[in-house]
């Protein structure tokens, strides 16, 4: 699976970014039933969990920072995950990256990196304030 992230650019504190994840490649027959999400990595930062969307639960789950600003989404026929940033602040800032884990994941390993198989290239996000 190849996940193709875009979407990143610059933005003022308070503007709205959408970035996209498409995966293409083999298996994508089950790719409802992926767990995907957003992470992202700030200079010097570890890289941490943003969104997820597990199968089965339409809600996501969100980081603490974001909840309220993101909403991610998914279109299963194209397999394509959407992260919709609203509000956006400074502290925003970073590379994110799209990631997909091909075997159903506990609510308590969501934000586990290790527990994703396949990551996309990245795509940078700059917010001024």
């Known amino acids: 699976v190849q996940l193709q992230a875009s979407g990143g650019g610059l933005a003022q504190a308070g503007d709205s970014l959408r970035l996209s994840c498409s995966a293409s490649g083999r298996a994508l027959n089950t790719f409802n039933r992926y767990t995907v999400g957003w992470f992202r990595q700030a200079p010097g930062k570890e890289r941490e969990a943003v969104a997820i969307s597990k199968w089965g639960n339409s809600n996501g789950f969100y980081a603490g920072s974001v909840k309220g600003r993101f909403t991610i989404s998914r279109d299963n026929v194209k397999n394509t995950v959407i992260l919709q940033m609203n509000m956006l602040k400074p502290e925003d800032s970073a590379v994110y990256y799209c990631?997909?884990?091909?075997?159903?994941?506990?609510?308590?390993?969501?934000?586990?990196?290790?527990?994703?198989?396949?990551w996309g290239q990245g795509t940078l996000v700059t917010v001024s304030s």
């Open positions: 990631a997909a884990a091909t075997t159903p994941l506990i609510v308590s390993r969501l934000f586990t990196r290790s527990a994703y198989d396949y």
